[in-house]
């Protein structure tokens, strides 16, 4: 504070200038008055600086950030990882609502202003929720005998025992048909313990229900929307990591729609929340939510050797799959035999420049291949097609494509093709029903 006292310079006027260094290291400091004393060999200097709320108009931003290691170039996932993540951040507090009365008080809890993160926002986040979170054991073994417990997270998403969790938590994947049979032992909170049943089990999207039988109200978590998530905002995963309950950790989302394709997993497309939040072995299954306490997404897998890679399964697609279990008992999906890109108009005009023949498009799904004997190569699906229409409706994503299908397994769907010299073709196509083992 010497240092910064002597910066500043006296005049034979009354009024003192103070360089931006002082101003800063009072704003670091949190507080709205910088008050010190400095004894100088000529006279002494007092000096005393305020300033209002108003006039700050965003606080100093000061992020800790751990070196990342870009070294692993290969991709390991693992759906109960082991690394643990470190990552602070610090929030600027806005200054519109620091209390205009005593604007030098140090220490105070300042509300912050809607949209913004304030001290206790991830803390009430999660205690909205915390009651809620499960902790999960499944015994595993071989004829009978025991070798081991499979652990995970779940959380109580209806007051009639419905928990949310993953797949591979209660299901054995060798054979995921039995998965009605499985009991889970089921832990809360508050201490409880019941022994759950699984009831519906989906391979594909890695999504299980099971159900719990409890005389006394459960505590329950509220459901959210993925689809407003936008990549930068804060998330929080609640879970029960090597059976240590009731374990929070925060980062960022940072990608809302990772495709299956982009992470080298096979099989029909999946998208997850990419987010950077800390999740190891016994995060599986926990909620994802965001700072209002909602759940938006089921925590499911990490990349092994890398830190901040964590992945979840968002809400809005959990939402479809438990319907499909209300109705059927599984989930239904229509198979076409199609490898679909979407187009925008960059890729447009190069395939253009690449081909003067493509077809003169703005929008569109362009079709790479057709899988020999598919339900697309009977219709006459060929590469190099450009879907326009589907089942009368103009498309523009593979999203809308599946969405339109729906599980409409069987029935006729009127498709409108693009191709080279916009040569116009009109085809019937009949989903048949995909292998749950693809």
Known sequence: ??????????????????????????????????????????????????????????????????????????????????????????????????????????????????????????????????????????????????????????????????????????????????????????????????????????????????????????????????????????????????????TVTAGIVSCVDRKSSDLGLGGMRREYLQTDCAINMGNSGGPLINVDGEVVGVNIMKVLAADGLSFAVPIDSIAKIMEHFKRSGRVIRPWLGLKMIDLNEMIITQLKERDPKFPNVKEGVLVPMVTPGSPADRAGFHPGDVVIKFDGKPVRSIKEIIEIMGDRVGKPLEVVLKRPNDVVVNLTVIPEEANPDM
């Open 1 to 246: 504070m010497d240092y910064l006292l002597r910066k500043v310079s006296t005049c034979t006027s009354k009024y003192i200038r103070i360089p931006v260094i002082a101003i800063a290291a009072a704003a670091a400091g949190g507080s709205g008055l910088l008050y010190a004393n400095s004894k100088h060999r000529d006279s002494d200097t007092r000096i005393s600086l305020s300033f209002r709320a108003e006039s700050l108009h965003e606080s100093l931003l000061l992020p800790w950030r751990t070196p990342l290691d870009l070294t692993q170039h290969s991709w390991h996932f693992d759906f109960v990882g082991n690394l643990p993540l470190f990552s602070s951040r610090i929030s600027p507090v806005p200054s519109g609502d620091i209390k205009n009365e005593n604007p030098g008080v140090v220490g105070e809890s300042p509300k912050p202003s809607c949209g913004c993160l304030g001290r206790d926002t991830i803390a009430n986040a999660a205690a909205r929720v915390g009651p809620a979170v499960v902790n999960l054991s499944v015994p595993k073994g071989f004829y009978g005998i025991t070798t081991g417990k499979s652990i995970g997270s779940g959380t109580i998403i209806d007051s009639n025992g419905t928990i949310l969790t993953c797949a591979h938590v209660v299901v054995d994947f060798q054979d995921m048909r039995d998965s009605s049979k499985g009991k889970v032992d089921v832990t809360l909170q508050d201490g409880r313990t019941f022994e759950g049943t699984v009831v519906n089990a989906d391979l594909h999207s890695d999504i299980a229900i099971v159900k719990i039988k409890s005389k006394t109200p459960l505590p329950t978590a509220k459901l959210g929307s993925s689809s407003k998530l936008r990549p930068g905002d804060w998330v929080v995963a609640m879970g029960c990591p090597l059976s240590l309950q009731n």
